[in-house]
């Protein structure tokens, strides 16, 4: 996680290399072969340094932005159509080829039709994501692609506007979106940031006055609780429980009420197994803004699909992504629960490498920690990406933490040796 704001930073001042513009097409193809090699370079760099995904789209991005939103000469680049175009058009062909070959021949088409390069680029950039997502079940294309078509909408909006009359047959004259939708743009990017910084502070550290929520054990236990988030998954969890029971580690899944229902033989072998089995919504619902209704409804479906699966409730709950509002804290302290949410993530999620987690888990997991894994979910979702790097991590993880003499227990034994540590007299 640490290496993509490099990675962005990266991407963003390479794609503010200046290329002088040229007049004739032998030119115009020389430029058009610089520009992408300015947002290529960049994305496959990131694959040597962190080879997942996210950092390959993180370093495009950080690209596009650069070339579109430079710091230096922008005059240069204010009616270069073709290599802005050229500039999103790469970085959607590394990230995401096969869609974005098929979204080519989109362009063609619209092209045909609108005889407008702008709007015709925007659409199919646009679309391409959509069709990635359709194609590979990632929603990193989408959120990408979004940004991306966003950039471009951005960069475009005067010629967008144009195309768009000139196609109702009224004046470009007096353009209306100029002024306003960029400045609503500054402060939509500027509203992201904030946005992160708030999510990541929410999730790890929780604002205000809420003791009731577990998230850690205490720093003197040599106990830490292995839990995993998102499943159960035909593919992952049991390649993840052979792990688990070759180690001789229990741990805690907050499994996805439909992916219970989906696959309750997987369930019965965690529980067979000595595994702990709490509740993460029937479909990995954002609880952040939930109402007493939406949060009591993903409870109890989870819970009936549990009871169908193993004849028995959870006592843990975990909302996704460990957002949360007081309406949630009341549903599920109402129904008994104990909301358990987690102190250190591997961050398999991003498509971290196996020997990058490896190294980070054995070097920062502390006495009490509860350790975050997935095994299913996606970028966003609760289903979609591959989790082969945490069942490559999961083994050495486990084997780092015993050589630094730790040992495992599930969140519930954490939080009842937790009370009992902190009752002992000092």
Known sequence: MDAIPFLLLMGYFLGNVEIPRRS???????????????????????????????AVAAAGLGAVLGYNLPLWSPRVRVAD??????????ALFVLMPRAAALGLVLFAVLYRLTRRVSLSGILAALIVPWIAWLIAGSDLY???????????????????????????????????????IRRAGIVAMIAVVFLGFFLTRYVYHGFGLHPEVFRRGSPELQY???????????????????????????ATFFVVGRHVDAYPDIVE??????????????????LLRAS??????????????????????PKLFRPPRGLYNETVLEVAHGRGYTIALWSLSSQDWLGTPPA???????????????????????????????????????????????????????VTELMVMTLLTEGESP
């Open 356 to 410: 990058r987690m490896v190294r980070m888990l054995t070097r920062e997991t502390a006495g009490g920690d509860v350790l975050l894994f997935h095994d299913s979910g996606d970028f966003f979702t609760a289903a979609g990406a591959s989790r082969q790097n945490t069942v490559a991590s999961l083994g050495p993880v486990i084997d780092g933490l015993r050589e630094r003499g730790f040992r495992f227990a599930t």
């Open 269 to 286: 072998r965690m529980v067979r197994e000595g595994h702990e089995v709490a509740s993460h919504t029937y479909n990995h619902a954002n």
């Open 24 to 54: 004739s097409g032998e030119r115009r193809l020389e430029r058009s072969v610089l520009v992408a090699s300015l947002v290529a370079g960049p994305m496959f760099l990131a694959h040597l340094v962190a080879p997942t995904e996210v």
């Open 224 to 250: 830490v609780a292995i839990t995993f988030d998102d499943g159960p998954h035909p593919e992952y969890t049991p390649k993840i429980l052979d792990i688990l029971a070759e180690q001789e580690v229990r």
């Open 81 to 90: 159509v073709r290599g802005s175009l050229v500039a999103s058009t790469v």
């Open 292 to 313: 007493e209704s939406l949060a009591t409804r993903e409870i109890v479906r989870t819970e009936e699909a549990l009871e169908r699966a193993i004849g028995e409730r």
């Open 142 to 180: 989408l959120l990408y692609g979004g940004l991306n078509a966003m950039v471009l909408v951005y960069r475009h909006l005067d010629r967008v506007e144009i195309g768009l009359r000139g196609m109702l047959g009224r004046s470009a004259e007096g353009l209306y979106f100029r002024k306003t």
